[in-house]
């Protein structure tokens, strides 16, 4: 990563900026969402290896600084929330693009499908990520 952002600094004019923009590992809440309703149906697991590569993230950024390359100009913490009409097709999107870092646990799977079942027509499952946006400033 520290590869990453020294590219990064090399191709930049000076004042130009990088935005780090990632989810933060986490125990994320999965929600069936009907009506207004927002319905826990239970958290997703994660793996060591989102911890480490969280670690791994900041601990780039950090040097990078103390390297004089960036300057950090702000940050900010936000949820965002991915959508699935069905527990299955959320968690086949997960399993696509998160499978090495978390699992959803059967149980969280099997309460979503009864929440969802009982919710009706026009029910959708989301699962909210804990997401980081930074800004950073080539010196």
Known sequence: MVHALWEIWRVLTPGGMLLDVRPLAGNWPIEVVTGGQHLAAGQ?????????DD???NDALARARREGWFIRDREALFDFGYYGDTPEKLKAYMGE???DYLSLPDATLAQARQLIAAAGEGAQVRVWLDMIISRWRKQ
């Open 44 to 52: 997703v697991d994660h793996k060591p290896e989102g911890y480490v």
């Open 55 to 57: 670690r791994a993230a």
């Open 97 to 99: 693009q998160w499978g």
